[in-house]
Each structure stands twice: as C-alpha cells, then as structure tokens.
C-alpha cells in the first residue's frame, strides 16, 4: 500500500505569491499516476493536475505539477483570492489507491 | 455535459445497511472505470472502491474488510456501493468519481477528473 504524506499540513500566503506543496510517497509511483485536486467547503473535489504534470480541462496555467518517484510538487505561481482552498494529492498507480492527508492553503 | 448524481444516503443504525447509487449522464458511462471516495466529516479524502468499465474487476479498501460491494449496470448508467454492518466510522460523504476511459484492453487513466455532489450516509444510534 502507497502512503502519500503532504506537507505542510497548512500554508499561509497572500495573493500574488507563489506556492509549492509537495506529496511524498512510501514507495515509487511507477507509472507518474499521481494527480492533484483542490476542494472547497462543501463542494466536490475538483481535478487539477493528472499524470503528474498534466493539467486537466480549464485549469489556468498557473497551476503546476511536477516529481517522480516518490517526490511530487503542486506550484502554484501567482495566487488567486479563489486558489485559498485544501489541496490533494493521489496516487492511481496501483490499489489500493490513496490520497494525501491534504494541505490548507489559507490566506495570511 | 458530464454528470454524476449520488443518491441513497441518510441516517442509519450501526449495523444497518444502505445502497447508495450514482446515475451517469453525458457521456458513455459503459466505457469508463468507477470509484467511490467517501469524506468523513472535517476529514479527508479516502478512497473506497473500484470498478472496472465491464465490472469484472473490483478492488477496496483493507479497511472495509469485506462489508461493502461495488458494482454497475451500464444499461441503465449507474453505479452502487452497497453497504452493510455499517459503523460509526463509515460516517462520512460518499462521492462517486468517474475513472480511466477503458477501450478494450487498454486503460487510459486521467486521475479521477469528474465528481458527483456526494451523498452524506450517518450511521448513529
């Protein structure tokens, strides 16, 4: 089973920053099946990023990811007052599947 | 346009049991992998289960041990996850999330790149 371990659990940042958060796996994630969601109070998931580094159908460029093995990065290059949200990592790889416990970005 | 609609949650009692389904819409439900994800509530995310596009193969997760089942019907575009023995911790939002687009024999995983709104199942006494 592939534990994914966010840190940090909490980032506080203001508009216009960058931010980097990153998702460290207990064992390879051999075929880059990692992706990223960001969620909302009371709202569903939402896909950022897939296979890594691949960003999904209307996610602005300002979102990014990148990693290999067990290291993975969400940057995120110029916040947006809307961007304030909790941040997922998962991997796909291999089951059981599993998500990163999350990182709170919140503004500072 | 794409949408996953969960139905089936509420208040049960430990050990009751609950089928929850998720109706498919705007697109090719037979061609996609499913999962279920459920939140307990101020938690995160924790994945449940999975369904191949024909259903022939299904995971879960270790901690469900044996008390869950997951399966579809691609004629009428929906998804279920029946549960039984439930517990307090199974409290939680259970979201259906669609898949890997699966042509044949090949597998194309994208993360899971749609959500249902979710349905909250509380089991208490």
């Known amino acids: 089973e592939i534990v994914l371990t966010q840190s940090p659990g909490t980032l506080s940042l203001s508009p216009g920053e960058g931010a980097t958060l990153s998702c460290r796996a207990s064992?390879?994630?051999?075929?880059?099946?990692l992706a990223w969601y960001q969620q909302k109070p009371g709202q569903a998931p939402r896909l950022l990023i897939y296979?890594?580094?691949s960003r999904a159908t209307g996610i602005p460029d300002r979102f990014s990811g990148s990693g290999s093995g067990t290291d993975f990065t969400l940057t995120i290059s110029r916040l947006e007052p809307e961007d304030f949200a909790v941040y997922y990592c998962?991997?796909?790889?291999?089951?059981?599947?599993?998500f990163g416990q999350g990182t709170k970005l919140e503004i500072k | 346009e794409v949408q996953l609609v969960e139905s089936g949650g509420g208040l049960v009692q430990p050990g009751g049991s609950l089928r929850l389904s998720c109706a498919a819409s705007?697109?090719?439900?037979?061609?996609?992998?499913f999962n279920w994800v459920r939140q307990a509530p101020g938690k995160g995310l924790e994945w449940v289960s999975y369904i191949s596009s024909s259903g022939s193969t299904i995971y879960y997760a270790d901690s469900l041990k044996g008390r869950f089942t997951i399966s579809r019907d691609n004629a009428r575009n929906s998804l279920f996850l029946q549960m039984n023995s439930l517990r307090a911790e199974d409290t939680a939002v259970y979201y259906c999330?669609?898949?890997?687009?699966?042509?044949?024999?090949?597998?194309?995983?994208?993360?899971?790149?749609?959500w249902g709104q979710g349905t909250l199942v509380t089991v208490s006494s």
């Open positions: 705007g697109f090719t439900f037979s061609n996609y992998e």
């Open positions: 296979d890594t580094s």
């Open positions: 998962h991997q796909y790889d291999s089951s059981p599947y599993s």
């Open positions: 064992q390879s994630v051999s075929n880059i099946y």
């Open positions: 999330a669609r898949g890997a687009l699966q042509l044949g024999s090949d597998s194309f995983p994208t993360g899971f790149d749609y």
